[in-house]
């Protein structure tokens, strides 16, 4: 049997030009926890029928789940690290913390790739969500950012890339 490695999600993946991050509280009961979970199995074929339009669209989907969501969802222990984001920073440089269960950051490197893959993913959520939050993101000029900033120079990438994202042996 050949040794497959974990893929993590597409956290490691390289900038794109477009972005939008939604964040979305759960709807309380059990057969909208149910609804999610059910969904959950479904985000990377949604992503590859979407991604198919456009082959060198490079668009993927994260989904993050809080603390409260987790318990509500997956039961069982939390990961060792799964903790209530809190406001850290001062002055104007802070960090807030945002309520929300459910965090979907979805990029491409075309806009309406990104919108379709987030309109088929809410609408598969129904009313076992209510989206909170929705941010469109995209690069400037030359792929920098509004600031002329060029991100990347300092980050992993390649495998070591993929080893910051895979969750250790701590966790269940």
């Not at 939604?22 to 709807?27: C, G, Q, R």
């Not at 913390?97 to 459910?102: E, F, I, Q, S, V």
Request: with cysteine.
């Amino acid at each position: 049997m050949p040794n497959n490695p974990i893929e993590p999600q597409a956290v490691y993946q390289p900038i794109t030009r477009s972005a939008i991050f939604i964040v979305a509280t759960l709807t309380p009961g059990a057969e909208h926890a149910a609804t999610v979970r059910a969904w959950c199995a479904d985000v990377a074929a949604l992503v590859r029928s979407v991604g198919k339009r456009v082959p060198g669209g490079n668009l993927s989907c994260v989904c993050g789940f809080g603390t409260n969501a987790w318990d509500a969802l997956f039961g069982g222990p939390r990961p060792a690290s799964l903790h209530a984001f809190r406001e850290f920073g001062a002055g104007d440089r802070r960090a807030v913390a945002t309520r929300g269960d459910l965090l979907l950051h979805i990029r491409a490197e075309h806009m309406d790739l990104c919108f379709e893959l987030a309109t088929q993913l809410i609408g598969r959520l129904g009313a076992a969500v209510t989206v909170v939050d929705e941010v469109h993101g995209f690069r400037y000029f030359d792929m920098r950012s509004m600031v002329g900033f060029v991100d990347g120079t300092e980050n992993p990438v390649d495998r070591e890339a993929v080893d910051f994202t895979i969750i250790g042996d701590e966790d269940p």
